[in-house]
């Protein structure tokens, strides 16, 4: 079956630390996003990607980092330098040919201790 | 203010109750997405719609474009239904989706 998959659910790391957060879908989509979510607001754009080997900061890109070596694959690295990285992340892709709907991952929730 | 404002914030029901969450926007759109997040955290696509009025199983989705206004009705609600529920819209096949903050609905036994 056809989907996007993000791995791991739980993640805990010590601060200081960048961790890898992978996300890999197999639905031949075009653009692949970011999201932060937060409790009490909307998902966040943290990067996103419309073609291999090109991405595009969103709104909140700061200490945050990402490939896009293959169309299948959108890993996001949060590096040290992001001051609050204890969230909620969700991976999610889409076609950009019109009229065809988002697909998300189930997230990875990471805590930074 | 944001661009996609959602309402209400929390809502309770009964079982069997029928209910109706609100979504208005400020932007001009191609689309707009009705996404349910289950506590678990992943989000499923319920609606896309750009136009009219979509309906599946106990669920509709309406929108008004002039009025920039959408509603999701859930008819005969069930305790599983309970979820947070996301309004999100799209500005075009390159254009990013932009979310609101969601409704967290809550169906009693």
């Known amino acids: 079956d056809g989907g996007i998959t993000q791995s791991p659910k739980y993640l805990f790391r010590k601060e200081g630390q960048n961790v890898t957060l992978s996300c890999e879908q197999n639905l031949n989509h075009d653009a692949m996003y970011w999201y932060r979510q937060d409790p009490g607001q909307g998902l966040r754009l943290i990067y996103y990607?419309?073609?291999?080997?090109?991405?595009q900061k969103g709104d909140i890109a700061e200490g945050y980092s990402v490939s896009r070596e293959k169309k299948e694959s959108f890993p996001l690295t949060v590096t040290s330098a992001q001051k609050n990285p204890t969230a909620f992340y969700l991976c999610?892709?889409?076609?950009?040919?019109?009229?065809?709907?988002?697909?998300f991952g189930q997230g990875t929730r990471l805590t930074v201790v | 203010k944001n661009e996609v404002e959602q309402s209400p914030q929390n809502l309770t029901a009964q079982e069997g109750e029928f209910i109706t969450i609100n979504c208005s926007y400020s932007v001009g759109i191609s689309a707009l997405h009705w996404l349910q997040q289950h506590p678990g955290g992943g989000i499923v696509s319920l609606f896309m719609?750009?136009?009219g009025k979509k309906k599946h199983g106990r669920l509709i989705a309406t929108i008004n474009i002039q009025e920039k206004h959408s509603s999701l009705h859930i008819t005969a609600s069930h305790p599983r239904d309970s979820a947070v529920y996301i309004c999100?819209?799209?500005?075009?096949?390159?254009?990013?989706?932009?979310f609101g903050k969601g409704t967290k609905l809550s169906v009693k036994p």
């Open positions: 999610a892709s889409r076609t950009l040919v019109e009229g065809f709907e988002a697909f």
């Open positions: 719609l750009s136009s």
């Open positions: 990607s419309q073609i291999v080997n090109d991405f």
């Open positions: 999100a819209v799209s500005r075009g096949s390159q254009g990013n989706l932009i």
